[in-house]
């Protein structure tokens, strides 16, 4: 693609003491992409998000959002700029409502930055996200306490909260570990709709099937490094993934 | 046959949710009388008591005040162990603007409420970032250093204080004074919780991360959190110096810590309505176990523990739970 792009990653790091959680990955993110990245457990996927939201510092490389450099910022002002995440673990306020939930990054700054922003009713705002991720508006369900929904809802509750944001950039951090086929089947419709809104998507997944369907590209980890990146079909037929995910044939 | 208790909102409540209530007398007396209640009882107090109870209402006043303090913190998260901290920096706040520079009461209690919460802002704003009881340790320790600060450097007066401060102008301006602060913090701080702006403090204390995710700079949402705590803690003190026309170490006991906790956790946490009637029932209370003597604060403590183990979601919760919901048994289906 000849846009330049919207995300780089450059030689990012992160050492944790001795242990070298990642080691100078390194990619570009174009517009309205959707990247898809897996790998095994503990090969450094989620450390990938919490750098370049810098929930935690790197070590060394850099991140740039829109050409500008972003990973010397605090994480509340990269999520200002516009990259919103999920978190894997989902992270709701469990005291209040559900549609209570959405009021927090509804009064968000970066609301009050974006031109156009949805003013008035901020209520009836989080219903019409909500209902957007599939929480059905007549049932009760919305007005429940989160700590009372099971998880299907919290991660759809999650999604809702990211997207309340309006991000340019939207990280999905296992959407859909611990949700039901049907659960899943309901939720990557919502996710083609944001595709073809424009948005640009980092999803990290084990979840192959459901997630070659959406991705355009795929970056696979192992180890805390980049192994392979690529279109899916290519990058499954590469022997260093089926070493991974397979195992060695010696 | 297996029983269980049913609780089911009163009719009333149902129906005075919404704008027809204003059709009604009687639901509008049940929306308006448990605002109107406190009210009253802050207006006819003083009138009603006697000289010496008069002076232990303005003690329940600088507790209620210091456990709404407290409250605050600990519903933005932060679990402070040292209201006196806010107590004692008011207190003396005032005595120095009072016997060094002349200022009336008028003045210095503003000036020392404002600038204390201030100066109680900036003193824990370097730990704003520690979570849970390291927190609680660091407000634990900042008053107990002021004391030996105070005591070593010999300044304010050192172990003697500063004493001769101007006193209120008569017991019922002082305690006219006392009921308009706190009905004040009572009514702002519930009204601003309910706000948009308390949902983001109740969203960092529930989960700071999720919050962060939304783009929100807690550590400012805190501070300004800690700073409307500090204001009024520092208040208590500040009015306490002119009530006892005298300031010293004392201020930074840990009676000013532990007690305002206590009447929000006996109160009702959360509520702020619980902290104040908290500090109503506990501190007359203990003066009334003045008689007992030694037996006192075995008594006190006793009483605390009988609260706190009949009802540990505090007075208020389950006031307003009787007040909104009637209980019945139903029989469970087998």
Redesign the interface.
Known sequence: MSTAPLLRVVHLGKSFGGVKALRDVSFDLAPGELLGVIGPNGSGKTTLVNLI?R?IRPSSGEVLFKGRKISHL????I??LGI??T?QMV??????PAY?NM???L????MKQLPGARYGD?DAVALDLLEQVGFERDAHVAYKPAGALPQGYLKRLELA??IA?QPELLILDELFSGLSLAEVAGIVPIIEKLRLDGMTIIMIEHRLKELFRVADRVLVMNFGRKIAEGAAAAVMEDAAVKNAYLGSEE | MKRRKERIDRGIRVRSSDVFALCSWREMLYLSGPRLLPVAACLLLPAVLGVYWQKVLLSVAVFALLAMSWDMLAQTGMISLGQALFFGVGAYGAGIMDHYWHLPPWVTLPAAALGGGVVCTLLLLPVLRLRGIYFSMVTLIVPLMMVRIIEATKIFGGTEGLSGMTPLPSRWVEAYVAMAVLLAALFGFRRLLDS??G??L??IC??D??????????YWFKAQALFLAGCVGAFAGAFMTHVYMFVGMPVFALDYSILPIAAAVVGGPGSFAGAVLGAFLLVPVSEALRGFGGLRIVLYGLFLVIFIVALPEGIFHFLQRKYHQFERWVEVEK
């Open positions: 939201t929930f605090p994480p509340y002002k999520v200002r919103a995440r978190f992270k709701p306020f469990y005291q209040l209570r009021i927090i990054p009064c968000s700054p970066r901020r909260k990211a944001l | 948009d702006y949902l983001v109740r969203g529930d989960n991360r999720s919050v962060i995710n939304a783009g929100i700079n807690i």
